[in-house]
Every structure is written in structure tokens, then in C-alpha cells.
């Protein structure tokens, strides 16, 4: 079976530091991926999104970046973390193909930026 | 974007029928309709998948009507546990990831 492992699980941070989060998933092959992010009280924010290694593509200009550098592991990175970056990180993967493909969530990360 | 627009917030009774309804007026011939639930603190959850009249799995129903242009979500009899944020998508084919948004979704507080 299919599992996406997340990690830290929660994170706190000072303004201005640097930020690696990073997920993998376990069981498929080829998968897409996504970083989504979570205000307090708010929807998903879908971040970045990957169809194959070294592949990303950004949804919001920000100061965030996403790498694949395997199959299965997507990182999200910052150089410098802001306050408006604190949130709920959250991981997925669908099966490669379709965009409406059902999505997989990791358990997430929550990120508080001081 | 495939916008959709769901009611904000919506309270039932335990083992009261409960029905959320999405609207979607922008529907385009290939896309499919998702329901999400999520807990708090924790990543979204696949419930339900559609593309038209009426969908039934052992969590919830979706009825689509002929135009396509809402759905609504059915969950029989809830309980304290299905108190969640639900959310409705619309995507297919010819949109692209970046397409198939997540929105506010709806906000169901069950009580005892």
C-alpha cells in the first residue's frame, strides 16, 4: 500500500532562517506531487506541483521553492521565512495522469514563524 | 478557474440527514466533481467522486443534476465524528493542476 510520510511535525522558526520540509511517498511510482499550505481558518493554497523529477511548477509567487530530486521526495525550502509564512504545510500525491486524480495527504507540518 | 461556491458553515443534529450543496456554474463537459472532508490539523480526505446523476459509496451519496451546474453532497445519519470542513472541486482534462482548487470549503459542526 501507498503511504506519504511528512516531517517535522510542527516547526518553529525566526523570522529570516532558512526552512527545509520534505515529504516522501512509499508504494507508487511516477507520482504527482504537491505542497499545499493552510492559514488558520482558511482553505488550501496549492503552492508548488510536480509531474516527474526536476519538474515544479509555482502557483504563487513567494519566497518559497520546491525541488524534486527523487521520484517520490518533494521538498519545500525557503532562505528566508517571513511571518506571513507561518501555516499548515501539507504534502500529496496522486496518480500520475489526470488533474482531478484523487489526492493523498501526509500528515502535514505546522509551521510558526516568531 | 472551475469556481465553485459552498455555504460557509452548516450545524445538524446527530443522525440528521445532512445535505451540502456546491454550485459550479462554469462546469466544463469533461470535468468531474470531488468532495474532500478534513479534520482539524490534519490533510484533506477523498469522500466522493462524480460526473453526473447520482454517485453512492459506503461514506456519502453525490447527486448531480442534468445541467451540471451544482452537486450536492449527502451524509446519512451523522455523527459527532463527521464534524469536518467539506470540500467541493471541479476538474477534468482540459484543466490544468493548477485548476482544481480547493476553496474555503463548508464547515459542518454536528451536535449532540
Known amino acids: 500500500s501507498q503511504t506519504i510520510h511528512q516531517w517535522p511535525a510542527t516547526l518553529v522558526q525566526p523570522v529570516g532562517s532558512p526552512l527545509s520540509l520534505e515529504c516522501t511517498v512509499e508504494?507508487?511510482?511516477?507520482?504527482?506531487l504537491y505542497w499545499y499550505r493552510q492559514a488558520a481558518g482558511r482553505g488550501l493554497q496549492l503552492l508548488f506541483y510536480?509531474?516527474?523529477?526536476?519538474?515544479i511548477s509555482s502557483e504563487v509567487p513567494q519566497n518559497l521553492s520546491a525541488s524534486r530530486p527523487q521520484d517520490r521526495q518533494f521538498i519545500l525550502s525557503s532562505k528566508k521565512l517571513l511571518l506571513s509564512d507561518s501555516g499548515f504545510y501539507l504534502c500529496?500525491?496522486?496518480?500520475?495522469?489526470?488533474?482531478?486524480?484523487?489526492?493523498?495527504f501526509g500528515p502535514g507540518t505546522r509551521l510558526t514563524v516568531l | 478557474l472551475a469556481k465553485t461556491t459552498q455555504p460557509i458553515s452548516m450545524d445538524s443534529y446527530e443522525g440528521q440527514e445532512v445535505n451540502i450543496t456546491c454550485s459550479h456554474n462554469?462546469?466544463?463537459?469533461?470535468?468531474?466533481i470531488t468532495w474532500y472532508q478534513q479534520f482539524p490539523s490534519q490533510g484533506p480526505r477523498f469522500i466522493i467522486q462524480?460526473?453526473?446523476t447520482k454517485v453512492t459509496n459506503e461514506v456519502a451519496s453525490l447527486f448531480i443534476p442534468a445541467d451540471r451546474k451544482s452537486s450536492t453532497l449527502s451524509l446519512p445519519r451523522v455523527s459527532l465524528s463527521d464534524t469536518a470542513v467539506y470540500y467541493c472541486?471541479?476538474?477534468?482534462?482540459?484543466?490544468?493542476?493548477?485548476?482544481?482548487?480547493f476553496g474555503t470549503g463548508t464547515k459542518l459542526q454536528v451536535i449532540p
Open positions: 462524480g460526473y453526473k
Open positions: 462554469n462546469i466544463a463537459t469533461n470535468d468531474y
Open positions: 510536480s509531474v516527474g523529477i526536476g519538474q
Open positions: 508504494g507508487t511510482s511516477n507520482p504527482n
Open positions: 472541486l471541479v476538474g477534468g482534462p482540459q484543466r490544468g493542476y493548477q485548476k482544481v482548487t
Open positions: 500529496a500525491w496522486s496518480v500520475h495522469g489526470e488533474s482531478y486524480n484523487e489526492q493523498f
